[in-house]
């Protein structure tokens, strides 16, 4: 304990020891031994009471009663904390940047994975060219035409809009597929079967189009029913059959 600096804020406060005797509820002679003991003998309860009566700041209070080890030590709590705080921080970030990192390092596989999947159903289907465009389009106008229906007509057709639906464009998909493979590395020719497959699908799909346009009282052109009926290469020869009969 700092017995100068107690003395000297005493007689700054103009108390003399029996003042400070009378405050805590001891003798006289108590306070002078604890006064002039360089080991701290004041308990917990007479040390809060001379703070108010020599009016101690927590600095000075720590330097006469704990010779500054109480600001020592919460200055090392203070930094230790501080350290630790900054360690989070930093640890956030790495935790952050890693994250990015993996979440960048993902994208980029999934990315990369999505084109080589796509190039490689491409490849399957013989290439996105003109006639796969047209009944991938003939395929959504089919599917919305047939949600309008719905609508109107106030009823849900799981045949033309449930997962069945979804699942024969997925088959169709597939059978598009098989006819390529079929005409690269069966019989050899240029792209005949798949052609033939595609115009099928397109005629359907197209027939398909012109009925929900007709329940929704759309008139049809007779030319555009024409085209269609001459992309299935069944129905002209068909029709054909049916010329030559009459």
């Known amino acids: 304990m700092n017995v100068r600096l107690l003395k000297a804020k005493r007689v700054e406060r103009n108390l003399r020891q029996k ?10 002679k108590a306070m002078c031994h604890k006064e002039c003991s360089e080991e701290n003998k004041f308990k917990a309860a007479e040390m809060l009471i001379l703070i108010d009566e020599l009016n101690l700041s927590f600095a000075e209070f720590d330097a006469i ?35 990015e ?27 996105f060219d003109k006639m796969i465009c047209a009944l991938a389009v003939f395929a959504v106008m089919n599917y919305i035409t047939a949600i309008l229906v719905a609508i109107v007509e106030k009823k849900w057709i799981k045949r033309k809009l449930g997962l069945k639906a979804i699942f024969g464009k997925i088959g169709i998909i597939v ?3 098989v006819a390529n493979i079929i005409d690269t590395m069966i019989i050899g020719n ?24 007709e329940h929704l009282g759309v008139p049809l052109p007779p030319i555009i029913v024409k085209i269609i009926k001459q992309l299935n290469s069944e129905e002209n020869s068909e029709e054909d059959i049916e010329e030559n009969n009459d």
Do not use: H, P
């Open 19 to 28: 003042d400070l005797a009378k405050a805590l509820g001891i003798t006289e």
């Open 65 to 99: 009663f704990f010779n500054r080890e109480l600001t020592k030590r919460l200055r090392k709590i203070k930094n230790r904390n501080q350290t630790e705080i900054k360690a989070g921080e930093d640890g956030a970030d790495n935790i952050r940047s890693t994250r």
């Open 101 to 127: 990192k993996r979440k960048v390092i993902f994208q980029n596989i999934m990315r990369k994975d999505g084109m080589n999947m796509a190039n490689y159903i491409i490849g399957l289907l013989g290439g």
């Open 175 to 177: 059978l598009i597929c």
């Open 190 to 213: 240029d792209s005949t079967i798949r052609t033939t497959v595609i115009s099928f699908y397109l005629s359907k799909e197209g027939f398909a189009i012109l009925d929900n346009l």
